[in-house]
């Protein structure tokens, strides 16, 4: 039962002390993405649905990076600053996962790192 811890610089370093995803007993649990752009670091200015888009894509390269991919997602917890940005969000979040979405727990948070509306974490199959 061996951890590895997975790095991309397809997508944002960490802004902490933590992985961008780690990968253990078949599974990937990747951090919380935003909308940086990878290298630097500058958060994408845009509608909520362009920041749940940049932070899905951070994600699906933290996931490739783990070897897996967004359709082998089975859980993901999003956060918003603004619960009124959720059907925008909802938008956005299932043109990027289709027809057969993950579980999902949607959060409403006072705010996010760099300014963030928009942090999306997962767990996948590895």
């Known amino acids: 039962m061996a951890k590895m811890v997975i790095h991309t610089s397809l997508a944002p370093e960490a802004v902490g002390p933590y992985s961008q995803a780690v990968s253990a007993n078949g599974l990937v649990f990747c ?4 909308a940086l752009e990878p290298g630097g670091g500058e958060l994408l200015t845009g509608s909520v649905a362009d920041e749940t888009r940049g932070a899905l894509t951070n994600l699906a390269a933290v996931l490739e990076a783990a070897g897996s991919s967004p359709a082998n997602v089975v ?8 619960m009124g940005d959720f059907a925008e969000f909802n938008e956005a979040y299932a043109d990027f996962f289709g027809g057969e979405p993950p579980a999902r727990a949607t959060v409403g948070v006072s705010a996010l790192p760099k300014g963030a509306r928009v942090e999306v974490e997962c767990i996948a199959l590895g």
């Open 75 to 82: 859980k993901v917890t999003a956060y918003l600053t603004d």
């Open 31 to 34: 951090s919380g993405q935003v």
